[in-house]
Structure formats: structure tokens, C-alpha cells
């Protein structure tokens, strides 16, 4: 099994920067990735990380350390239409292959 | 990017009915397809890993003998849901892992799962 948390919500106003944290604990870890969420839709992927370091990818980065367990996504000039669930997926080696254990989403309300 | 597709979106059965729900890659081949299971406010739980070709792997506590998967092709996938319940009310999502492909997995738009 594997523990992913990360904060419930966050507001954030327009035009401002956001972090969103995650931290894990697992076994077999084979990369960390993000993904967005609007209501009633299936999730989209935004980044991944395997190795320790910086991803970044226009507005959206996304930062891992394996040692602490620890990944972040940071959304920069936030947009109206960023508001969504924000959530953080960790692929571990399994019996069923590659599977991804997601945790339960922060909830990112960007306000005018 | 690649495209997966789900059918139905929506749907409505009675207590004790069956429903299938499907689920394909439309422009890539997938060699393996997951199903996951969503409720409300709660994350994205694995259900089930089909390889094509082969019998689907359940995660623990997933019934298979209710759930039951079936990957005949490298791009379709169904679920069927046996004797549904009303707690099997939810949002249902496969997504496709592209042959040959590194790391991505693109998801389904979703089926909503509603047992009266």
C-alpha cells in the first residue's frame, strides 16, 4: 500500500502563483505524476517526474525528491479556468503492472 | 494527444441489472487498460488491469466475479458491472497505456453509474 496526501483545497486569486504539495510513502516507486481534474470529467495529465529535480512546462512545473517523499506542482499567471482538482498520482511496480495510486485531489479555487 | 473513448457516458439501471460499459483507444493501440472507480469527493481507485489477450489482475477487494473485464483487441476494453447495487453507484473511468509507450496513461471521459 502507499500513503498520498495532499491539501483538500486552496484558493489562489488570478494572475498569482500556487503551490500544491503532495507527499508520499511507497514501495516500488516508478514516477510521480500530476494530473487536472474538472468536475465530471475524466482527469488530464499534466507532468511527470522519475528523477529528482524540476519539470517545467509552460505555465505548470512540477518538482520531486524521492528522499523526502515529496513533489510539488506550481501553477503560474493562474487563469479563471484553472480552477479545478489537482491531482497527484504515484506509479509503483506491481503485480498488475504499472498502476496508478492517486491521492485524493486538492480542490483549486482561483477567485477574480 | 491519443484519445480514449467511453460508452456510455451516463447511465441508469434498476437493482440487480447488468451493465457494460466501454472503453477504447481510438488513434493508438493499448496493451494494457485500467479501470478505475471514483466517488464522490474521493480520488480515483484502481479497480482492475486488463492486458489484451489476458485475464484482468484486481486489485484487493474488487469482486471479479462482479466486475468482469474483458480486453479482446488492443483497443477495446469492457467492463460489465453483474447484479448491480445501488453502492455501485459511481463514476467509472478506464484509461489506455499505449503500446510500445513510456510512461503516459490517457483516460476515458468518464461513465456515470447510477443503480436505483
Known amino acids: 500500500g502507499q500513503n498520498i496526501d495532499q491539501p483538500t483545497e486552496m484558493t489562489a486569486t488570478e494572475g498569482a502563483i500556487v503551490q500544491i504539495n503532495c507527499t508520499y510513502q511507497?514501495?516500488?516507486?516508478?514516477?510521480l505524476f500530476w494530473y487536472q481534474q474538472h468536475a465530471g470529467e475524466a482527469p488530464t495529465f499534466l507532468s511527470y517526474?522519475?528523477?529528482?529535480g524540476l519539470e517545467e512546462k509552460g505555465r505548470f512545473s512540477s518538482f520531486l525528491s524521492r528522499s523526502k517523499g515529496y513533489s510539488y506542482l506550481l501553477l503560474k499567471e493562474l487563469q479563471m479556468k484553472d480552477s479545478a482538482s489537482y491531482l497527484c498520482?504515484?506509479?509503483?511496480?506491481?503485480?498488475?503492472?504499472?498502476?496508478?495510486?492517486f491521492g485524493k485531489g486538492t480542490s483549486l479555487l482561483v477567485t477574480p | 494527444g491519443a484519445v480514449v473513448s467511453q460508452h456510455p457516458s451516463r447511465v441508469i439501471c434498476k437493482s440487480g441489472t447488468s451493465v457494460k460499459i466501454e472503453c477504447r483507444s481510438l488513434?493508438?493501440?493499448?496493451?494494457?487498460m485500467f479501470w478505475y472507480r471514483q466517488f464522490p469527493k474521493q480520488s480515483l481507485m484502481l479497480m482492475a488491469t486488463?492486458?489484451?489477450?489476458?485475464?484482468?489482475?484486481?486489485e484487493q477487494g474488487v469482486e471479479k466475479d462482479k466486475f468482469l473485464i474483458n480486453h479482446a483487441s488492443l483497443t477495446l476494453s469492457t467492463l460489465t458491472v453483474t447484479s448491480a447495487h445501488p453502492e455501485d453507484s459511481s463514476f467509472y473511468i478506464c484509461?489506455?497505456?499505449?503500446?510500445?509507450?513510456?510512461?503516459?496513461?490517457?483516460f476515458g471521459p468518464g461513465t456515470r453509474l447510477t443503480v436505483t
Open positions: 498520482a504515484v506509479r509503483q511496480r506491481g503485480n498488475s503492472g504499472y498502476a496508478l495510486n
Open positions: 511507497t514501495s516500488g516507486f516508478n514516477g
Open positions: 517526474n522519475v528523477l529528482d
Open positions: 488513434d493508438f493501440q493499448a496493451t494494457t
Open positions: 486488463s492486458n489484451e489477450g489476458s485475464k484482468a489482475t484486481y
Open positions: 484509461s489506455g497505456a499505449p503500446l510500445g509507450g513510456n510512461y503516459e496513461q490517457y
